[in-house]
């Protein structure tokens, strides 16, 4: 597996990567990642990284220019550790990822094919950062980028949904016999609210400053506008006027603080509260609140 993301982060496509290498591991194959080098290891995975970036030791979550070098650094790893392990299959994640192990399945003739976990578009993510402006020349450079990493490069192309599977057909001309959906979802033995006494479950709610009997809304995930965030705050500012009394757990990073003050400046900093960063392996309770 080609990672661009420093793997593993509790959060979105990192999820995703962990619960299909814990499937494919426990259906008997052999699984190498090779993601950034920054991140947290998880015991059982096998997990190679880059070097470190000689000039920015820190960097952010999510979308960003030094993601270039980055991923320069990701296709060396790839190609020392495809020349050392000779894989059976390439499955990049992302269009970086489906991009870097496009080439090495091009070095082997084909013989190494490449799946692509087609998690998003990639111009309309950078769209949502603001990076690109879909009026300029480079926007639709960076779009027919994508339509041949989409349509020349894998043999076949896993989609998180089924609307996902429809965008690729739809907007960038994928054949449809390429596209395989395969729906993102948890393990029901682990996030499964029974597991919790209804005692935990309150002394959860009492740590993190929630009334008992308040109903709530989860959200887990990462912290950013284009995910929605502005919006549940507004619906909790809205449900509070209409008098309905609910509470909105909000878990997460970054902008955890502006969110607070987000929370603050619509009157709902009591209805609100925002705890951070969410360990995977603690997620199951805390949505069970």
Known sequence: MIAPTSFFGD??????????????????????????????????????RTWPLPYRAEYEVGSSRHKIAFDIYLAGAALFWWLR???DVIHGHMHEGALIGGVLSWLSLGRTPLVFDFQGSLTAEMVDHGFLDPDRWIYRAMFR???????????????SSVRSGRMLADKFEVAEEQIVPLPDCVDTSRFDPERFAEAERLALKGRLGIPAERPVVAYLGLLADYQGIPDLLRAAAYLKEWGEDVHFLIMGYPRVAQYRAEAERLGVAERVTLPGRVKYDEAPFYLGV
Not at 12 to 31: C, N
Not at 145 to 156: D, M, N, Q, T, V
């Open 85 to 87: 392990w000779r894989p």
């Open 11 to 48: 959060y979105g496509g990192h999820i995703r990567i962990l619960e299909e290498t814990l499937a494919l591991q426990e259906l008997g194959h052999e699984v190498l990642i090779v993601t950034y080098y920054k991140g947290n290891d998880v015991p059982g995975l096998t997990i190679k």
């Open 145 to 159: 980028l994508e339509r041949f990493i989409c349509r020349r490069l894998p043999k076949a192309i896993l989609t």
